[in-house]
Nanobody, 124 residues
């Protein structure tokens, strides 16, 4: 089992920045791939970014590439999402997710554990 707790969401103006954190407990953190997703009401959960075990490999959705950065600190069992140049269309509930296996993935159905989500609102 893996428990995930997100933090760092909030209200920010367009062009601003936020950093989300996701603290994990349970399964060995350095053996699981992690990802960030987001969801707005009435839409499916959307992939944002994923990161490998070591943090050396990352993959992003085209919509956030160049603006968002995913990273992890295995010593702290924490994964981060640095969000810069935020746009109103980035407004969503952001979820941290973990897989039982080591391979990165952009598919939400391939993740086994989810946090409760944190709201990010970007005003124009």
């Amino acid at each position: 089992q893996v428990q995930l707790v997100e933090s760092g969401g909030g209200l920010v103006q367009a062009g601003g920045s936020l950093r989300l954190s996701c603290a994990a407990s349970g399964r060995a953190f350095n053996r699981i791939a992690m990802g960030w997703f987001r969801q707005v009401p009435g839409k499916e959960r959307e992939f944002v970014a994923t990161i490998s075990l070591s943090g050396d490999n990352t993959y992003y959705a085209d919509s956030v590439k160049g603006r968002f950065t995913i990273s992890r600190d295995n010593a702290k069992n924490t994964v981060y999402l640095q969000m810069n140049s935020l746009k109103p269309e980035d407004t969503a509930v952001y979820y941290c997710a973990a897989r039982r296996i080591a391979t990165m993935s952009s598919g939400p159905y391939e993740y086994d554990y989810w946090g409760q989500g944190t709201q990010v609102t970007v005003s124009s």
